[in-house]
């Protein structure tokens, strides 16, 4: 009967999930972008004036001040999740749930579908990114575990 060394097979998949040199920097610049983006321009305003947001015109849609910082600090700490090493396929899959919504809320609540492709887009990269950093998420989990 043949045993498995768990060590040697983890390091032998860790290998083949790493992105290459290319890849790896490309995957670095999106994420400080979109990273940066998320702090700066997207769930900063929805927690510094919240007040402000709520006040939207008619044809907008208007959501309760509670869900409108949940979602601010969700897309802060995502933002910051994407630049921290250990965090990013996991803010990745996070926001990349969090802009599915968003589209979705675009598309069939606000009755706007032609405003739910930026943040298809979006769901798109942060799936990309979460799929070729999937490699932290297992490095993670076997820092937990010990």
Known sequence: MTTINPTAAALSTDVTDRPGKT????????????????IIASGGPKL???????????ENLSIPMALLIF???AEVAGGIGLMVPRLTALAAAG???????AAGTQAFIADKPGMAIFPLALTAIF???????RAAITDLRA???R
């Open 127 to 133: 799936a990309w990114i979460a799929y070729e950093r």
């Open 23 to 38: 890849r790896n920097r490309v995957l670095w610049t999106l994420q400080i972008v979109l990273g940066l983006f998320f």
């Open 143 to 145: 820092s937990l575990l």
């Open 95 to 101: 926001l990349s749930v969090l802009t599915l919504l």
């Open 71 to 73: 979602i601010g600090v």
């Open 48 to 58: 510094v004036i919240p007040h402000i947001l709520m006040k939207n015109p008619p």
